[in-house]
């Protein structure tokens, strides 16, 4: 498992834009599929995107995808969510998460961040 801290949350105009940004510990970082999920007031907890390992791959669910783009530089174990045309209904906590299997089943994450906040303004 990896120790996973998120931050750049916060307030934002709809129309705007939030970098979110994970750092990881340990030295196996580039070995873990990274994740981003978020979860809405009185809403279950959903899939935002997934990066591999070496950042080959990524997907994003379908309400996220061409707004907002994943990315992770393993040299300093971060991995970032760049969110661009931001949408009150985007407003959510924010987690990190890894996991040995690539995928969007929040069952194959085995380490979580505390999330950060997300509101967007109409």
């Known amino acids: 498992q990896v120790q996973l801290e998120e931050s750049g949350g916060g307030l934002v105009q709809a129309g705007g834009s939030l970098r979110l940004s994970c750092a990881a510990s340990g030295r196996t970082f580039s070995s873990y599929n990274m994740g981003w999920f978020r979860q809405a007031p009185g809403k279950e907890r959903e899939f935002v995107a997934v990066?591999?390992?070496?950042?080959?791959?990524?997907y994003y669910a379908g309400p996220v995808k061409g707004r907002f783009t994943i990315s992770r530089d393993n040299a300093k174990n971060m991995v970032y969510l760049q969110m661009n045309s931001l949408k009150p209904e985007d407003t959510a906590v924010y987690y990190c998460a890894a996991a040995p299997k690539y995928g969007d089943d929040s069952s194959l994450y085995d380490s979580w961040g505390q999330g950060t906040q997300v509101t967007v303004s109409s």
């Open positions: 990066i591999s390992g070496r950042g080959g791959a990524t």
